[in-house]
């Protein structure tokens, strides 16, 4: 079964400053999507970025990025220019693809981040 | 408004009792997942549908909890004699294309 890593319960960074959630995970599939999902205080779960685990390119939104290393399993959320707006638990997640052998469509979160911005 | 929707957002139940909760995915999304989130933990899949036909069922999915889906619209999550260790946030998710999960608001449980 698959797994997935988030080590660091809290972070804090100063607004407009950068920081780095970190996100391993434990597969045997060599195809798959990863995504970073970020949950505000008593609101809905919101995508911030996913990728493909084939294609080489790091998938980047705006201020959001992504650092994908897959032969380490690696897939780290990097926010740039951080506002207040991005106070939220952030949670990394993944999925096997549709119809794979291992039969599993479903997301396979983390435990999450809590990420707070100081002004 | 789009978006998934989930009825009610609250809901404060006593032990022993039935509870039901609705969910309205995106409508063109024929994937429909529920999962449960408890406090200070991520979502854990309970089972999902594609259409009306129900797939997957978690382990956590014990004979107590029920999901139907039954137009391939809308889905009903019921949970009977409801015990505290029920109390969580229940979330539901609809599937686009791209194989991106959308998620509703989530219905909030507790159980006295």
């Known amino acids: 079964a698959q797994t997935v890593t988030q080590s660091q319960p809290e972070m804090s960074v100063q607004e407009a400053e950068t920081v780095t959630l970190s996100c391993t995970y434990d597969?045997?599939?060599?195809?798959?999507?990863l995504f970073w999902y970020k949950q505000p205080p008593s609101r809905q779960m919101i995508l911030v970025i996913r990728?493909?685990?084939?294609?080489?390119q790091n998938a980047t939104e705006n201020r959001f990025s992504v650092n994908f290393q897959k032969a380490a399993k690696s897939f780290s959320l990097k926010i740039s220019d951080s506002q207040l707006g991005d106070a939220a638990m952030y949670f990394c997640?993944?999925?096997?693809?549709?119809?794979?052998?291992?039969?599993?469509?479903?997301?396979?979160f983390g435990t999450g981040t809590r990420l707070t911005i100081i002004p | 408004d789009t978006g998934v929707s989930q009825d009610p957002r609250h809901k404060i139940t006593k032990r022993g009792q039935n509870v039901t909760f609705r969910c309205d995915p995106i409508?063109?999304?024929?994937?429909l997942y529920w999962y449960r989130q408890t406090l200070g933990q991520g979502p854990e899949f309970l089972t999902y549908?594609?259409?009306?036909?129900?797939?997957?069922k978690s382990r956590l999915l014990s004979d107590r909890f029920s999901a139907e889906r039954p137009k391939g619209s809308f889905s009903t999550l019921e949970i009977q004699r409801t015990e505290q260790g029920d109390s969580a946030m229940y979330l539901c998710?609809?599937?686009?294309?791209?194989?991106?999960?959308?998620f509703g608001p989530g219905t909030r449980l507790l159980v006295l």
């Open positions: 549908f594609q259409n009306e036909a129900q797939l997957e």
């Open positions: 597969t045997s599939e060599s195809d798959y999507y």
């Open positions: 998710a609809s599937v686009d294309s791209s194989e991106t999960q959308y």
């Open positions: 409508s063109e999304h024929n994937r």
């Open positions: 997640a993944y999925r096997s693809l549709p119809n794979s052998n291992f039969g599993n469509e479903k997301l396979t």
């Open positions: 990728q493909e685990a084939y294609k080489q």
